[in-house]
T-cell receptor
Framework: GQSLEQPSEVTAVEGAIVQINCTYQ??????LSWYQQHDGGAPTFLSY????GLEETGRFSSFLSRSDSYGYLLLQELQMKDSASYFC????????????FGKGTTLSVSS | DTAVSQTPKYLVTQMGNDKSIKCEQN?????MYWYKQDSKKFLKIMFS???????INETVPNRFSPKSPDKAHLNLHINSLELGDSAVYFC??????????FGPGTRLLVL
């Protein structure tokens, strides 16, 4: 079966850097996605890594190591508005058109 | 100019009732989805629908049925509602499986 593991909670202060790790287990791997969800809001797409390495988008970066079945989301210069849940996701190995999400990491940023 | 919209935003109903949630996307995407998010924020795929091909998550009770009148709409009908159906239901659409656009969610409470 498929599984994704990520920490349940992370706390940090404004201006800091935080890394949210995700390890996955799946037989059919296409890439690793990251989504952000604020309380009461909808998940929104942040990034996608299909190949090994680091992808940078502004203050957020995402990394993938296919050989280690591991990725992370790096958030720099943290702001209060970054307080949210972050989900890693992979494609459903059987159905391929849907995403299987990790259980999410709640990030709390304090001043 | 909302990309993915859902109605209603809130739905409070009694056990045993039948209810529907509507979803519309104006992104021109070919694939639409229904996800369920439980109280622990676990996001789980229920259905995906692409060019009239419906792929069902086998764990979804057959009381749940998606209906797509056209490519831009994917409604969710639920029969004989149960307490355990209380959750947030998200509609999403995509052109690629990795980048999914979510609606604002429908918060269903079954009493």
């Amino acid at each position: 079966g498929q599984s994704l593991e990520q920490p349940s909670e992370v706390t940090a202060v404004e201006g800091a850097i935080v890394q949210i790790n995700c390890t996955y287990q799946t037989s059919g791997f296409y890439g690793l996605s990251w989504y952000q969800q604020h309380d009461g809001g909808a998940p929104t797409f942040l990034s996608y890594n299909a190949l090994d390495g680091l992808e940078e988008t502004g203050r957020f970066s995402s990394f993938l190591s296919r050989s280690d079945s591991y990725g992370y989301l790096l958030l720099q210069e943290l702001q209060m508005k970054d307080s949210a849940s972050y989900f890693c996701a992979v494609r459903d190995e059987f159905k391929t058109t849907a995403l299987i999400f990790g259980k999410g990491t709640t990030l709390s940023v304090s001043s | 100019d909302t990309a993915v919209s859902q109605t209603p935003k809130y739905l409070v109903t009694q056990m045993g009732n039948d209810k529907s949630i509507k979803c519309e996307q104006n992104l021109g995407h070919d694939t639409m989805y229904w996800y369920k998010q439980d109280s622990k924020k676990f996001l789980k795929i229920m259905f995906s629908y692409n060019n009239k091909e419906l792929i069902i998550n086998e764990t979804v009770p057959n009381r749940f049925s998606p209906k797509s009148p056209d490519k831009a709409h994917l409604n969710l009908h639920i029969n004989s509602l149960e307490l355990g159906d209380s959750a947030v239901y998200f509609c999403a659409s995509s052109s690629t499986e990795e980048t999914q656009y979510f609606g604002p969610g429908t918060r269903l409470l079954v009493l």
